[in-house]
């Protein structure tokens, strides 16, 4: 589970205040070939999802967060198809949930910075991970979105 560590009334208010603090963010974090956003994922076994690694930091609506252990992801469904990661907020904003869904509801939102789905309704709010995942025949093979066509290559 990611676990909030910086809120928007937190950030900084001066643009070189903001560099500081985007300089010691950067230095906590270690980037992989897969990285999203700053999230690791980990595709190195074919035969089950990928994990969300240690340390991966992600913005999600003005607030960044960050997982202190690997979660691994769990796919309820074994029917060949494809597969996306959403994290979503639980305890009141404190922290979110990453969970695998079966279908790409969401559109680009410049403003918030990431493929998002909100529910007008309840106010659910969901973030893509940009990446599909597509499961045959046993198999887990992913692919990255392309933000700027809305589409994935």
């Known amino acids: 589970m990611f676990k909030l560590i910086e809120e928007p009334i937190s950030i900084p208010l001066s643009e070189e205040e903001a560099y500081k603090r985007q300089n010691e963010i950067l230095k906590r974090m270690r ?14 076994n074919k035969k089950s999802l990928p994990v969300i690694r240690k340390g991966s930091i992600c913005m999600f609506c003005y607030s960044m ?3 202190d252990t690997d979660i691994i992801l ?4 074994k029917t060949d198809g494809s597969r996306y990661i959403t994290l979503n907020l639980t305890a009141e904003g404190k922290s979110l949930r990453a969970e695998v ?3 790409l509801d969401s559109i680009y939102s410049e403003e918030l910075g990431g493929f998002y789905n909100i529910n007008r309704y309840d106010g659910n709010i969901k973030k893509y991970i940009p990446c599909l995942i597509e499961y ?3 198999i887990y093979e992913s692919q990255y979105f392309d933000i700027y066509n809305n589409e994935v290559y």
């Open 65 to 67: 967060y960050e997982t």
């Open 74 to 77: 769990t796919d309820n469904n």
């Open 136 to 138: 045959k025949k046993g």
């Open 31 to 44: 980037f992989l070939h897969t990285a999203f956003e700053g999230i690791k994922l980990d595709f190195s």
């Open 101 to 103: 869904v079966n279908s």
